[in-house]
C-alpha cells in the first residue's frame, strides 16, 4: 500500500457475506472447486469466520485457502480453521525486524511470527506456506536466513518474483530478483532437488537433499506460466480479473443488485472467462501496469 494517499471504499461498495457466497455458489456450479480469501488484508474483514463458514457449505467446493499478511493470525488462526480454512499463505518479506518495519511500517515481525507459530499447533493447516517477494538489493540478504527458517520449521518457503503492481508505481526490471538467481543461492548452501510440478501450479517447488522441508518459487516475471494459468479473481467491490494485470474487468457487483438470476450470472462469469488473456505481456514493449496495486486486488 502507498504510505499516504490511499482512498477508502464506502462499506456500501463492498459486497456482503452473501453476495461472495452467492458468486462462490455459482462458480463451483461452473466447476470451480479451489477459493482463495485474499486481500489487501481479509483479516481486517469484520466476522470473516462468518463468510468461512458460509462457504465452507458450498457443495462441491474442495478447499478453501487464505493469503494474509499473518498481523491478526494470532488472535483469528483458531476460528478460521474451525470454520473451515483449508491451507494458509502468509505474506512475509523479512525476517529481520528493522527491515520488515520499512517494508510494512509496522514493528510487527515477533507478532506476525507469534501467529505462525500458532497456526502451526493446528495439524489440518498444514502445509503452511510463506511468501517473500524477491526484490533485487533487498532480497540477497534473506536468502539463506529464509532457507534455514524453511529447514528448522514446518513452513514452506517461497519467493515470488517482484512484479508490476506495487501502489507507488515504482517496479522496474532491474528491481526483479529472479527465482533462478535464489534457488541458486540456496542450492550453493543447503542442495536442493526438484519436484514434479502439476499443470497449472504457480510455484516450483525443491525438496532440502537432506528431507529437512521445501521451498519453492514463483516466477511469473523471468519464466511466465499464462499457458497454465486456471485462475480468476473477484475484487472486494464485486469486479471480475481474469489475471493481475488485466485492464478491464467485469461487474460483477452491479448484475448482483440488479436482480440478476443464477443463469445471467452464470453467463457473465463465463463470457469473461474466454475473454480471459493469453498472457500478462510484463516486459513487452508498450506494457501498462493496471490501475489496481496489489493490495486492491488480491494475489
Not at 462458480?27 to 458460509?54: A, N
Not at 526490471?173 to 529472479?178: E, G, I, N, Q, S
Not at 457473465?268 to 472467462?273: E, I, K
Not at 508498450?286 to 488480491?298: D, E, N, Y
Request: glycine share 8%; proline share 6%.
Amino acid at each position: 500500500m502507498p504510505a499516504e494517499g490511499m482512498q477508502w471504499l464506502p462499506r456500501s461498495d463492498l459486497l456482503t457475506f452473501e453476495e461472495i457466497a452467492r458468486v462462490v455458489g455459482v462458480l463451483v456450479e461452473m466447476g470451480v472447486d479451489h477459493v482463495r480469501l485474499t486481500g489487501g488484508e481479509p483479516l481486517v474483514r469484520r466476522d470473516l469466520p462468518v463468510l468461512v463458514s458460509m462457504l465452507r457449505a458450498i457443495p462441491g467446493l474442495r478447499e478453501l485457502a487464505i493469503t494474509t499478511n499473518g498481523y491478526l493470525l494470532e488472535r483469528d488462526a483458531a476460528a478460521l480453521v474451525e470454520a473451515g480454512i483449508d491451507r494458509f499463505n502468509v505474506s512475509l518479506d523479512s525476517l529481520q525486524r528493522e527491515r520488515f518495519e520499512a517494508m510494512t511500517r509496522r514493528d510487527a515481525l515477533a507478532k506476525v511470527l507469534r501467529g505462525l507459530e500458532v497456526l502451526a499447533e493446528h495439524p489440518q493447516a498444514h502445509p503452511i506456506k510463506v511468501n517473500a517477494v524477491a526484490m533485487r538489493g533487498f532480497t540477497e540478504d534473506e536468502v539463506i536466513p529464509f532457507a534455514r527458517f524453511a529447514r528448522e520449521h514446518p513452513y514452506e518457503v517461497r519467493f515470488i518474483e517482484f512484479m508490476p503492481l506495487d501502489a507507488d508505481h515504482d517496479w522496474s526490471p532491474d528491481d526483479v530478483l529472479t527465482g533462478e538467481e535464489v534457488r541458486a543461492a540456496i542450492d550453493a548452501v543447503y542442495p536442493l532437488e526438484p519436484e514434479p510440478r502439476e499443470r497449472s501450479a504457480t510455484a516450483r517447488t525443491y525438496r532440502f537433499a537432506d528431507g529437512r522441508g521445501r521451498i519453492g518459487f514463483i516466477n511469473p516475471v523471468s519464466e511466465p506460466f499464462c499457458g497454465d494459468c486456471n485462475r480468476i479473481r473477484v475484487t472486494a467491490d464485486g469486479q471480475l480479473r481474469t489475471c493481475l494485470f488485466s485492464l478491464r474487468e467485469t461487474d460483477l457487483r452491479g448484475l448482483l443488485r440488479d436482480g440478476a438470476d443464477d443463469d445471467r450470472l452464470a453467463g457473465a462469469l463465463r463470457d469473461a472467462v474466454w475473454r480471459k488473456e493469453l498472457k500478462h505481456h510484463v516486459g513487452d514493449p508498450g506494457f501498462v501496469q493496471p490501475a489496481r496495486t496489489m493490495s486492491a486486488i488480491g494475489g
